[in-house]
């Protein structure tokens, strides 16, 4: 469906008082489009200014009255747009542009140079409106007090600071306003409250419905394959085969791991596919758990059409063009009758909605191709590499979301002993300069 | 996923001045939920007006000071509600109250007969909301004046008595506050702002995208099958197959048709030509996007429902082999998964991105595709109901050309015959339907 969203280049305007989530709300918008097929980037207003006025910025420097900060900030802005419109005109689809742009001064700024220099393109603006005192500590505490502009600092210095910042920016701040004539969606106090106005196009009514189902609580994620397959010993693809002994064992070890994990907690969604493995799987986790699973035809395996039920080897021999247009774009390549990774991607992003919508723990217990794709959403990998990310058998992949990232742990579970190895990902990524941050 | 989200009973319930489009709403949101697979339900509270205090009330009937017309209209608001409440508790699982709950203190009274109702119910509110005058007297013309209130009067007197009524309204009119604790959504210029208040839950989250996405332009939906294809000759199901001689002829025969249809380059490039990732859909398409200098778009969505370990059979051939099988699907074609395969209920469910799609678009809409997905698509949009769709009528070499009206389809079917490019039309519309639906018992079931 992709295809009919295409006709158009767009830029996406964030809106807001500093705290306000609107770097988060980028990223995920940011995450979900490029997983969809459209080229996108983040360009981070704050990530030019440090790169430009350095990070010794206290409060002062966002002081309204500051003559030559202003200016500074202004040109910062500016650049970022440039930057922003060049990437559309090369190789983008969609540019966010995260900064507050808290004026109507700056958005009209905003809109008649993009009017100027590229007025083939379609603007759309998310305001995120926060007056939850609790909430707007809570995100200072996690997301600026780590950020460089306040290397150095003790927290309570860099929190004064930061607050002494918002206030700057409450001075002149203007929310969007409907004469402004720009199509727009505000949310306010995390999706309490929700403004629609002058959406047009596929994309925009897509990024909607996207938004509309973010929230921050923090509700951790379990993926699994079903347990081995009779396929999977014989090393064919396809088919509908049963669980072997060991697969039947690892079920009632993830089942014994779940039971742990949740310490009781019932209130979980259970998502699995139609086919005998995982249904089987999740057969014996539901018991131990005391919970029902929902069985969704979207996350059946990738459908191989007609190799269906042969070995890879068997592939090679008997078509063996396929098997090198295969090897060289796996991503894209459909198997005859069957689907391709794309086809894949299409079919299971009513199953990402579900989970990011969900304020309950999620386990999914799927195939190998169905959670490639989901995991290299949420762990944001680049989706020409996901027909190629590592999901072995009897492995669980726990992702908790946590500020721009999710937190990964991954626990091996031996079929026969019922041990545990668990392996924690280091989160913290280096960057190579704050414009990539 | 439905199955997922089935937990609460859902009862929607509308706000709004007469000839804002609540009933539109209404009806159009009743479609897709039954669409779905959800027991949904509209509860009209004009028609239970209707039904017990008759249809010859002009607009004083509607005067907030006379009392006795009062009472009665709040009656029948009341038995309304208690039949909407009745149908959820007995499997329904949404039930919509179309009225014009405009005063606070009736929305009060509903969400809190609502709420002691169930132990745990789910309540939206839904304001529409327009000031534009010109799409209010449309929305008067196209459905008011067709109204039984109105059938012994002319339609200038019709129009009077009606903008009369909305006087009448205007006087006690109080849009939804914060402060009533209600979770809404209010929609202003035909769904192009919408405010949304405290609206959570996978099905209510729906709603809001769904009322985003509609509109009232009358653009055409033109539906066909491929041209007939070898599997057709051969009565097999499933494949791959490439069109017959026949079905190439249709091809051609089809371009002209669209050819015609659409006169100017401007009408061609707007529109939205989709087509599924089947040979014998594509080599259609190709023939008419050729004809048309247009490009379809392919999309797996699109294909033919997938028959699992009985592809390439025949009908005949599956009797001897699956018997068991053979028999479930004849007693159950709905629900029937073939092994390997889809039932028609997954074919639904896989669609309904096209639906939304179509909903959405305002530029008319080409589809060229299978005989079971054409069957979902059908069924959606002319209102039939869910165990119907497997049986529907979707024969080869016809285009059938559906034009939504007010609250139903307008039908246009034109058999193209192959090979002389014989063309024969029937069409069916909006009126007969309400004439032959208005012979009924009761108002109430309109």
């Not at chain 2, 054409?374 to 016809?398: G, K, S, W």
Request: with cysteine; glycine share 6%; charged share 25%.
């Amino acid at each position: 469906m992709q295809e009919l969203g295409k006709q158009q280049k767009m830029v996406i305007g964030m809106v807001g008082l500093p705290a306000r989530g609107k770097t988060y709300i980028s990223r995920k918008i940011c995450r979900y489009l490029n997983w969809m097929g459209f080229k996108s980037k983040v360009f981070n207003i704050g990530n030019y200014r440090r790169q430009i006025c350095g990070t010794d910025c206290n409060s002062n420097f966002f002081d309204p009255g500051n003559k030559d900060a202003s200016k500074a900030r202004d040109e910062c802005a500016l650049l970022a747009l440039n930057d922003m419109i060049n990437y559309l005109r090369n190789e983008g689809d969609v540019s966010l542009y995260d900064g507050t742009n808290t004026t109507k001064q700056r958005r009209k700024l905003i809109m008649e140079t993009l009017q100027q220099k590229f007025s083939e393109v379609q603007v759309f603006w998310v305001e995120s409106i926060c007056n939850d005192e609790d909430v707007i500590l809570r995100n200072i505490q996690l997301t600026k007090l780590n950020n460089p502009d306040y290397i150095g600092k003790s927290s309570e210095e860099a929190t004064q600071d930061f607050q002494q910042r918002i206030e700057q920016y409450t001075k002149v701040y203007e929310p969007i306003d409907m004469d402004e004539n720009i199509s727009f969606i505000k949310i306010i106090d995390i999706g309490n409250d929700i403004m629609i106005y002058n959406i047009q196009g596929f994309l925009q009514s897509k990024l909607v419905s996207y938004l509309m189902n973010l929230h921050i609580y923090p509700r951790p994620i379990y993926l699994s394959r079903h347990g081995e397959s009779q396929y999977n010993v014989l090393h064919k693809v396809g088919g509908d085969s049963d669980l072997t002994q060991t697969g039947l064992m690892y079920a009632k070890q993830l089942g014994k791991y779940f039971v742990q994990e949740l310490e009781g907690n019932r209130n979980i969604k259970m998502f699995t596919s139609t086919m005998q493995r995982a249904l089987h799987t999740s057969n014996e986790v539901c018991e131990l758990l005391g919970v029902e699973y929902y069985s969704l035809k979207a996350l059946d395996e990738i459908n191989p059409g007609i190799c269906d039920g042969l070995t890879y080897q068997q592939i090679a021999d008997k078509f063996p063009q396929d098997y090198e247009e295969r090897k060289m774009n796996k991503l894209t390549y459909r198997y005859p009758r069957g689907e391709s990774y794309l086809d894949v991607i299409s079919r299971v992003e009513q199953i990402i909605f579900e989970i990011e919508r969900s304020r309950l723990p999620v386990i999914v217990i799927a195939h190998q191709a169905i959670l490639r794709c989901l995991y290299a959403y949420f762990h944001e990998h680049e989706v020409p590499e996901i027909p190629k990310l590592n999901i072995p058998l009897h492995q669980v992949i726990k992702l908790v979301p946590a500020a721009y990232y999710c937190k990964e742990t991954r626990i091996k579970i031996d079929p026969m002993t019922g041990n545990w190895e668990i392996q924690d990902e280091a989160t913290i990524k280096k960057v190579k300069s704050f414009l990539d941050l | 996923m439905q199955e997922c989200n089935r937990s609460q009973k859902i009862a929607i319930c509308t706000v709004g001045l007469p000839a804002r489009g609540k009933t539109y709403i209404s009806r159009k949101l009743n479609r897709y939920f039954n669409w779905l697979g959800y027991k949904s339900r509209v509860f009209i509270n004009g028609n239970y007006r209707r039904e017990i205090c008759g249809t010859e009330c002009n607009s004083l009937f509607f005067d907030p000071n006379n009392e006795e017309a009062q009472k009665a209209r709040s009656d029948c608001a009341k038995m309304a509600l208690q039949d909407l409440i009745q149908f959820l508790k007995n499997g329904g699982d949404i039930g919509i109250l179309d009225g014009t709950n405009i005063t606070k203190e009736r929305r009060h009274q509903i969400e809190s007969d609502l709420k002691s109702s169930f132990n745990g119910i789910q309540t939206l509110w839904i304001e529409s909301i327009c000031n534009d005058s010109k799409v209010i007297q449309n929305n008067i013309r196209l459905t008011k004046i067709n109204n039984p209130d109105y059938c012994n009067m002319d339609s200038e007197q019709a129009t009077i008595d009606f903008l009369n009524r909305i006087k009448m309204y205007e006087q006690i009119y109080k849009t939804i506050t914060d402060d009533e604790d209600l979770s809404y959504i209010k929609t202003m210029n035909v769904g192009a702002d919408i405010i949304v208040h405290q609206v959570y839950g996978f099905l209510l989250s729906k709603v809001v995208s769904f009322i985003m996405n509609l509109h009232t332009y009358p653009r055409p939906i033109y539906l066909s099958r491929h041209g007939e294809s070898q599997y057709n000759v051969d009565d097999r199901v499933g494949g791959d197959s490439d069109l017959s001689e026949l079905g190439e002829m249709y091809a051609d025969k089809l371009a002209d048709f669209f050819n015609q249809e659409f006169p100017t380059k401007e009408i061609k490039n707007e529109i939205i030509f989709l087509t599924s990732t089947m040979r014998r859909a594509i080599h259609t398409s190709d023939v008419v996007a050729q004809k048309l200098e247009i490009q379809p778009l392919q999309l797996k969505t699109l294909d033919e429902i997938n028959v699992g370990i009985c592809d390439g059979m025949t009908y005949t051939e599956i009797a001897q082999k699956f018997p068991n099988d053979f028999q479930e699907r004849k007693i159950n074609k709905l629900g029937y998964r073939y092994p390997r395969g889809e039932s028609y209920l997954d074919l639904i469910s896989r669609i309904e991105p096209v639906i939304f799609e179509i909903e959405r678009s305002r530029q008319p809409v080409m589809i060229i595709a299978h005989q079971a997905i054409l069957r979902c698509l059908y069924a959606y949009f002319h209102q039939n109901e869910i165990p119907e769709v497997p049986t529907l009528d979707i024969p080869l070499h016809c285009v059938i050309k559906l034009t939504p009206a007010a609250y139903f389809c307008d039908e246009k079917r034109v058999m193209i015959n192959p090979q002389t490019g014989e063309i024969s039309i029937k069409e069916e519309y909006v009126q007969e339907f309400i004439r032959s639906k208005s012979k009924q018992k009761s108002f109430i079931d309109l």
